[in-house]
């Protein structure tokens, strides 16, 4: 299984900068308003190889079932939801805010697999994916004749 780069990419990315101009921005931005209103955020996960599966775990505190979506197509396997804020700006006052919300995108390379056996559950803000391995087909050669 192979991890691919969220998406959207952040501007801030290594991929586009030097790694000294990446964290000059990166701290630029840390306490910018910027990071949590354009970019959204990009949530943590674990991959974890069991004997017959993979596992994804994702930390998505403050994210609701309801405003989850995962699918598969071909190799890929994509989640993708939203963090709501629930405070407006009319309401609150913030001396400080670091908790970003907005949409957010997860791509994974999975590989061939029947996606109907994909098992997913949520439970206090930890998604939980399990992926059953496919029997792999050994490499074989082809007699000339």
């Known amino acids: 299984m192979v991890l691919i780069k969220s998406k959207p990419e952040s501007i801030l990315s290594e991929g586009y900068f030097p790694q000294n101009i990446h964290s000059m921005l990166n701290s630029f931005f840390e306490d910018s308003k910027l990071k949590s209103q354009t970019f959204g955020f990009i949530p943590q996960a674990d991959i974890i190889e069991h004997e017959a599966s993979y596992e994804i775990r994702m930390s998505l505190p403050g994210v609701k079932k309801e405003d989850l979506k995962i699918s598969h197509e071909g190799d890929l396997l994509n989640v993708e939801g939203e963090r ?39 439970d206090n803000g930890l998604l939980g994916i399990v992926i059953p391995k496919t029997k792999e087909t050994k490499p074989s050669t082809i007699e000339i004749k």
Request: charged residues 35%.
């Open 84 to 122: 709501k804020s629930e405070f407006t700006k009319e309401q609150s006052k913030f001396v400080r805010k670091e908790i970003s919300y907005g949409k957010f995108s997860r791509t994974f390379n999975v590989g061939k697999l029947d996606a109907s056996a994909i098992e997913a559950s949520f």
